[in-house]
Every structure is written in structure tokens, then in C-alpha cells.
């Protein structure tokens, strides 16, 4: 369970983090890092979520 919340956390801060750049903003913008820890918080749900 624990390899997949790491996964969860890895993957979700990284595709979160990157959607900003797809309306153009940049990589360290405000926008990219607020939705990179939403991502992130999701990854982890998801991980435990299939983990258990």
C-alpha cells in the first residue's frame, strides 16, 4: 500500500502540475503549483483507496 500511495503522490503532482501549461502559464506559476498539490492529495487518496 505504501508503494502506491508514493506512486499516487508522484503521478498526481506531475500530470497536476501540468495542465496549467496547457491554457499557457507557466511551470512555477501560482496556478501550477496550487493544482499540483491538489493532484497530489488525489494521488495519495487514489493510492490508499487501491491499496486497501
Known amino acids: ?3 502506491l500511495v508514493w506512486f499516487g503522490l508522484i503521478v ?3 500530470l497536476g502540475g501540468m495542465v496549467p ?3 499557457g ?3 512555477f506559476s ?4 496550487i ?4 493532484g497530489g492529495l488525489l ?3 487514489l493510492g ?3 491499496g486497501r
Request: no cysteine; aromatic share 16%; net charge positive.
Open 1 to 3: 500500500m505504501k508503494k
Open 12 to 14: 498526481g503532482s506531475t
Open 21 to 23: 501549461s496547457l491554457w
Open 25 to 27: 502559464a507557466d511551470v
Open 30 to 33: 501560482f496556478s501550477s503549483i
Open 35 to 38: 493544482l499540483s498539490a491538489v
Open 43 to 45: 494521488g495519495i487518496y
Open 48 to 50: 490508499y483507496l487501491l
